[in-house]
């Protein structure tokens, strides 16, 4: 399941190595293989996506060179190209991406640990809606229908089907309505695995094809998709998949592109001041992903 912009990726790294003194080859790096802790990333070059939480965590790491990307499929390209020692995601990204390749590991970053914090805003995902939508709390009731296990048990599955295993089915999953009584059109970046992703040939289990002009015959996967789908099926609604760039989300959705966006998106006091969110779908632990 490659992304449609893993070409685009690695260029941007190849350029990034040859430009930046610090880049790949400088003999500048880090060896942070053997890390076990925080501490241990002292001097390394750690990277987050930029206008994440991710990247305001890199700095609580302390005695780092931060960098930050825009988008979240580079920085795995710029960890193998050695432009980066590690980056922050979060914990099913990396078992996604560690469970693909075993070259790769990864560090928790947990709450209280050399001065770590984070708040469940922080960690947690949720759907986010214009002000006052009438949708939030419809859709409140049906994602309080997901038990944690059942939150955790999808995750398990996506994960297995983002690594190249075979599911069947979903723990979180309802009947399409017979007939649809409108759309649900959901903004998400469709590069951000296992969260979502795109699928280029459509044979995952559960891809939904994504929507608008030069998408054809692409769909997209992921935990996300599948709670989009799952939350459209119980409001009696067509699902519409949109492939929008991380910051171009809000935007689309406060001009009316979008109803929705499910990509991953952190509930934060600050998001918040633009857009209303719902309760969180799922919660989990930052981690950085390294060289073993």
């Not at 994440?52 to 825009?70: E, L």
Request: aromatic share 6%; hydrophobic share 40%.
């Amino acid at each position: 399941m490659k992304n449609a912009r893993r070409i685009v990726s690695l260029i941007l790294a190849a350029v990034l190595c040859a430009a930046a003194l610090t880049g790949c080859g400088s003999g500048n790096s880090v060896d942070v293989k053997s890390a076990k802790s925080i501490k241990d990333l002292k001097g390394a070059k750690i990277a987050a996506q930029a206008g994440t939480f991710h990247a305001d965590a890199v700095k609580q790491i302390g005695d780092v060179k931060s960098s930050t990307y825009p988008e979240f499929a580079d920085l795995l390209t710029a960890l193998k190209s050695g432009a980066i020692d590690g980056y922050v995601a979060e914990e099913p990204t990396a078992l996604s991406v560690c469970k693909s390749d075993d070259s790769l590991t990864y560090i928790p970053l947990k709450n209280n640990d050399t001065g770590f914090t984070a708040t469940a805003a922080d960690v947690g995902v949720a759907i986010g809606l214009k002000n006052d939508s009438a949708q939030r709390e419809k859709i409140n009731a049906i994602l309080n229908e997901i038990t944690e296990e059942q939150k955790s048990k999808l995750m398990e599955e996506i994960v297995t089907l983002a690594s190249g295993g075979t599911v069947d089915k979903f723990s979180v999953s309802a009947e399409a309505p017979k007939k649809a009584t409108g759309t649900l059109k959901v903004g998400m970046e469709c590069a951000y695995e296992p969260y979502n992703w795109t699928d280029t040939e459509g044979k995952s289990y559960g891809a939904v094809p994504i929507s608008g002009e030069g998408k054809d015959g692409l769909y997209a996967n992921g935990y996300d998709v599948q709670i989009a789908q799952f939350v459209a099926n119980k409001l009696g609604l067509k699902l519409e998949i949109y492939s929008i760039e991380w910051d171009s989300l809000l935007p689309a959705l406060e001009s009316g592109t979008i109803d929705a966006i499910v990509a991953g998106m952190s509930p934060t006091a600050e998001r918040a001041k633009e857009i209303d969110f719902t309760d969180t779908y799922y919660e989990s632990n930052l981690v950085v992903i390294i060289k073993k």
